[in-house]
């Protein structure tokens, strides 16, 4: 296959925007395209490699395996080697254990299903393997295509090309299904990144027919232009990868055909500077995220604009070396034979496999913390407390007896409803009723945030299934004897101002109040509990852990707290005094009594809070002696 420079030009702008956006620029808020460009390249180049050797008579599985190997393994593998002194020094135990599971993901090129079935692309959880799940979609891909081209190879290119064709739109009809009602598998996974990868073989097949060969000076600069406009328009809220995915899909597919060394655009990609970005992008991208990852598990804080450019810097550094020392060498034949390149990646996979299987299975290496910064650390338990808490909505509605908490053995007459902070609390009330022979209902729901109908986001799906879990609540009110509703929900974000989706649900939620209240129920509003921007449990841990304790606890000011939530907490007051309405003022237990006091997060050296807003055990604790004054009455 002839050497094409403005492909690797193409590479540097694709890497460079990833990168950008992992950075945190908010110019590149559509950065992630970056890795649809790759896709598509990569469907190219691929495919154009095989179609060359079959005509040629010269394609072999284990020959293409090979140089998949050779290309991938050698420099992803050196750099998980790093990963693993930064990730011993420097995670604390739960952040470890996650590190491990990822470890042996990447290793079976399974990452990309790893992060889909524990959390998503945009959580904001820190993962230094995070953006190897584009690299697990490119090898599953991997697997499968030449398997298919050998079978299909005996009915023609054009039945081929028909097939995936097909192919194709039903996977882009199905990105376009999970990108608005389940995002993480339309975002991770194969079935709905294939329909790029094939954009790209589609164009091999077309260019592979030397009467194809077209020249065109504003088509290739169209396609530079919808991806840029991609990576500038789009963010986290963009239904992806559906029909916004043409724009960066189609821009690099104009490119790949139409850029060449007489266009404009094919000059601008095939410069010096541009080429050797683009030879080096493979091993930036993998050095990036890595990088920037560690630096904020180090830090108790965000790294300011200095560090993250150093970051850059220091990315790209490092992307030459390992290009050069790592790259180039396993690509050489005479250096590396098969057998060798095959033995050293099986030999680095196990490794990686036993590591991460110890970390995982020894709760993420808990031994090599100071005792007093082990002890701040929110672990396992808590976590899997939070995450099982509430009652599961089945076809069939809920099976309440199955989820009843306190006193198994007395008929439940409360009910709490409310997201994931009140699921904080679930396991702290059951203990609570249990003490006083009490028993209760968790509807707790994360992302469902009260009692009402969400509108719909560009997160259809969460909404959907939220509403479907509020209404299953309304029919229950009807069928079971509840007669006392808590209601505890997040309301407060340090970091973004309210919306008016929020405020609408808000409105919802009130007047499902007032509907209880009429209905003779009694209803326990429990007030916005504040939040903060970083994890507390962690900021404490690491604050013992790496600089002795020597930094402050974090706190906010009374006042400032409240009015951030002055908007909730003066509708909850307006309702006015009720018979049957009880009110716990979150500031009465999370913040000092003094006109100008602090909320704080921690009591005698305990965290209060399991990350930035939901309260641990012991915050939990706190906030339950309050509602418990009102709930048995």
């Not at 598509?40 to 050797?53: C, D």
Request: a neutral charge.
């Amino acid at each position: 296959m002839e050497y094409r420079r403005e492909i690797d030009g193409l590479r540097a702008l694709a890497v460079i925007p990833v990168i950008f956006f992992h950075a945190g620029f908010q110019a590149f808020s559509g950065g992630y395209v970056g890795v649809d460009v790759f896709f598509v390249i990569s469907g190219y180049l691929i495919t154009s490699i095989i179609l060359a050797e079959k005509e040629a008579g010269t394609f072999t599985l284990v020959g293409f395996y090979e140089r998949r190997v050779r290309r991938i393994l050698p420099a992803l593998f050196f750099v998980m080697l790093v990963c693993l002194p930064l990730a011993w020094m420097w995670l604390l135990p739960n952040e470890m254990r996650r590190f491990s599971a990822s470890l042996v993901a990447v290793s079976t090129f399974s990452s990309n299903v790893l992060f889909y079935l524990t959390s998503g692309y945009f959580d904001g959880e820190i993962k230094p393997l995070l953006h190897t799940w584009s690299l697990a979609v490119e090898e599953q891909y991997y697997v499968l295509f030449p398997i298919f081209i050998m079978l299909a190879w005996s009915l023609g290119k054009r039945w081929m090309i028909a097939l995936l064709s097909a192919t194709a739109l039903v996977s882009l009809a199905a990105a376009q299904w999970f990108s608005l009602l389940k995002p993480e598998f339309g975002f991770l996974l194969l079935p709905t990144r294939l329909w790029e990868l094939v954009v790209g073989v589609l164009i091999a097949f077309y260019l592979a027919d030397e009467n194809n060969k077209t020249r065109s000076q504003f088509a290739g600069v169209l396609g530079v232009m919808l991806i840029a406009y991609s990576v500038l328009a789009f963010d986290r809220n963009t239904p992806f990868p559906g029909v916004y995915a043409l724009l960066p899909t189609i821009g690099t597919g104009l490119v790949i055909l139409y850029a060449t060394p007489e266009t404009w655009i094919g000059r601008f990609l095939g410069s010096k500077i541009l080429v050797g970005l683009g030879l080096i992008s493979y091993s930036a991208y993998l050095w990036h995220q890595p990088l920037f990852a560690f630096a904020k598990h180090r830090s108790l804080f965000e790294p300011d604009i200095g560090v993250v450019l150093a970051l850059i810097v220091l990315t790209f550094l490092l992307a030459y070396v390992s290009w050069r020392a790592v790259e180039k060498p396993f690509r050489d034949r005479n250096r590396f034979t098969r057998s060798q390149v095959f033995g050293y990646g099986a030999a680095f996979s196990c490794l990686f496999i036993a590591l991460g299987l110890a970390g995982h299975f020894s709760d993420g290496f808990e031994s090599r913390l100071p005792a007093d910064a082990l002890s701040a650390h929110i672990v396992r338990e808590h976590e899997k407390q939070i995450t099982e808490a509430g009652c599961k909505l089945h076809a069939d509605g809920f099976h309440v007896r199955e989820c009843i908490q306190g006193d198994k053995s007395v008929l439940p007459k409360v009910a709490l409803v409310g997201d994931s902070h009140a699921q904080a609390i679930t396991h702290e009330l059951s203990e609570a009723f249990a003490r006083n022979r009490l028993s209760f209902i968790p509807y707790v729901k994360p992302a469902c945030p009260q009692f009402i109908n969400m509108p719909l986001s560009p997160r259809i799906r969460e909404a959907l299934e939220c509403n479907l879990y509020q209404k299953e609540i309304e029919k229950e009110i009807l069928r079971t004897p509840v007669e006392t509703y808590i209601f505890v929900s997040r309301k407060d974000n340090p970091l973004a101002e309210p919306t008016e989706q929020n405020f609408s649900a808000f409105e919802a939620h009130l007047r499902s109040i007032v509907a209880l209240l009429n209905m003779g129920k009694k209803v326990i509003l429990v007030y916005p509990i504040p939040v903060y921007k970083v994890y507390v449990s962690d900021y404490m841990a690491k604050n013992l852990w790496f600089y002795g304790g020597q930094h402050e606890m974090i706190v906010e000011g009374k006042q400032a707290f409240e009015k951030r939530v002055r908007y909730f907490t003066d509708r909850y007051d307006a309702i006015g005094v009720q018979p049957n309405l009880a009110r716990v003022y979150t500031t009465e237990v999370l913040c000092n009594s003094a006109e100008r006091g602090q909320c704080f997060t921690q009591m005698n050296g305990v965290p209060l809070y399991f990350d930035e807003s939901h309260l641990s055990n012991t915050g939990a604790r706190l906030l339950v002696e309050k509602i418990m004054q009102e709930s048995v009455r």
